[in-house]
T-cell receptor, first 112, second 112 residues
Framework: QQQVKQSPQSLIVQKGGISIINCAYE??????FPWYQQFPGKGPALLIA?????SEKKEGRFTISFNKSAKQFSLHIMDSQPGDSATYFC???????????FGPGTRLSVLP | ETGVTQSPTHLIKTRGQQVTLRCSSQ?????VSWYQQALGQGPQFIFQ???????GRGNFPPRFSGLQFPNYSSELNVNALELDDSALYLC???????????FGSGTRLTVV
């Protein structure tokens, strides 16, 4: 119930391509869904987040798509750049961010 | 505006010993959460402190304990260290328990 599943485990994309990472959850009490980016040796940094009352949120090259009925959400990175190479984590929480449940992560490599 | 700072950055301890990790929250933030991130995995919630009181706890044994001080800085204490405690320990702060947590770079703990 508390688990957040994430796929793929790793992703290789050419520069300029679209990176897509998918997540699924079971707990319908979750009401806040952030995506974090983590570089080696650093803590996770918040990229973008969404509440379940909207189906899509876009910030620059990053877009979250949210499907409440399917209990799935995804991160799209448009025009992927080598600097986007990092590990991406989806997360979910109830009570608006009190305790996050993280997915296992996706290691993205963007080739120049 | 300062971010979240954690100390030390790296630490090596022997099994059975005790360790204290420290976190200074971002200016203006009164909520601190601690996460354990094993190698290649997503962070796992340990506990959260809000205004010096524990405000939620994940599935970690009582030998993991914490404190939050009046200036909202925090400590994570782990007693009777086990080899499986080897991980990156992350501190995250926010304002009034809401989303948009800022993570520190973590303390890498190695138990030998």
């Amino acid at each position: 119930q508390q688990q957040v599943k994430q796929s793929p485990q790793s992703l290789i994309v050419q520069k300029g391509g679209i990176s897509i990472i998918n997540c699924a959850y079971e707990n319908t009490a979750f009401d806040y869904f952030p995506w974090y980016q983590q570089f080696p040796g650093k803590g996770p940094a918040l990229l973008i987040a969404i509440r379940p009352d909207v189906s899509e949120k876009k910030e620059g090259r990053f877009t979250i798509s949210f499907n409440k009925s399917a209990k799935q959400f995804s991160l799209h990175i448009m025009d992927s750049q080598p600097g986007d190479s990092a590990t991406y984590f989806c997360a979910a929480s109830d009570n608006y961010g009190q305790n996050f449940v993280f997915g296992p992560g996706t290691r993205l490599s963007v080739l120049p | 505006e300062t971010g979240v700072t954690q100390s030390p950055t790296h630490l090596i301890k022997t099994r059975g010993q005790q360790v204290t990790l420290r976190c200074s929250s971002q200016s203006g933030h009164n909520t601190v959460s601690w996460y354990q991130q094993a190698l290649g995995q997503g962070p796992q919630f340990i506990f959260q402190y809000y205004r010096e009181e524990e405000n939620g706890r994940g599935n970690f044994p009582p030998r993991f304990s914490g404190l939050q001080f009046p200036n909202y800085s925090s400590e994570l204490n782990v007693n009777a260290l086990e080899l499986d405690d080897s991980a990156l320990y992350l501190c995250a702060s926010s304002s009034d328990r809401v989303g948009g947590y800022t993570f520190g770079s973590g303390t890498r703990l190695t138990v030998v």
